[in-house]
């Protein structure tokens, strides 16, 4: 079983609709990180947070540590957002456990 | 640069050759990571370094893997013999002090091992 758990794996949207994308974990976390990984790029840090909710441009990421569940959230999609988002905590012995991620394609 | 670099970008092996993969980790970033990617899935943590000490090791698939930072800043992760299993892209990561900091990722090393 997987710590950390994303879905959808896959997910096609239309510019400028709103994308959800969900992420449940097993383990004690002393954090959620949601990282975005372009085609043959490398890994970029959008969000890192331990409570609560956080909000960079059109990007809102939300995290429930009684339920132990995050959620990345993109307003007006475009396809420059098409990337894999991946989904990753860090528990107190600063150990990573990461998603598989989840395949975004935004079509103009 | 500011940022974590990698070298080589990418590196083809003979199946049974050594290699010998390098992080530059963010100036005076303690923390150093090494992560696995085998294609279409995510990452897989192999190590963790703060400052020169190797404080976990227990992802590290193999006794043919090998870490090491011995000076506290750049670091070389060395894969002996290779085998086709290990076609991945390796990344590396760094962050300024310790738990649960923003790590920084590097744009990775592909390897290929044929």
């Known amino acids: 079983k997987n710590e950390v758990e994303q879905s959808p794996q896959n997910l096609t949207a239309q510019e400028g609709e709103f994308i959800t994308i969900n992420c449940s974990y097993s383990?004690?976390?002393?954090?959620l990180h949601w990282l975005q990984q372009h085609p043959g790029g490398g890994i970029v840090s959008l969000f890192m947070l331990s409570s609560g909710k956080k909000k960079h441009g059109r990007l809102i990421a939300t995290i429930n540590i009684q339920e132990k569940h995050s959620s990345l959230h993109i307003t007006a999609s475009h396809p420059r957002d098409s990337a894999v988002y991946i989904c990753a905590v860090t528990n107190t012995g600063n150990q990573f456990y990461f998603g598989t991620g989840t395949s975004l394609t935004v079509i103009p | 640069g500011a940022g974590v670099s990698q070298s080589p970008r990418y590196k083809v092996a003979k199946r049974g050759q050594d290699v010998a993969l390098r992080c530059d980790p963010i100036?005076?970033?303690?923390?150093l990571f090494w992560y696995q990617q085998a294609l279409g899935q995510g990452p897989e943590f192999l190590t963790y370094f703060q400052n020169e000490a190797q404080l976990d090791k227990s992802g590290l698939p193999s006794d043919r893997f090998f870490a090491e930072r011995p000076e506290g800043s750049v670091s070389t992760l060395k894969i002996q013999r290779t085998q086709q299993e290990d076609s991945a892209v390796y990344l590396c990561a760094s962050s300024a002090h310790r738990e649960g900091e923003t790590q920084y990722f590097g744009p990775g090393t592909r390897l290929l091992v044929l």
């Open positions: 100036s005076g970033h303690v923390s």
């Open positions: 383990v004690g976390i002393s954090a």
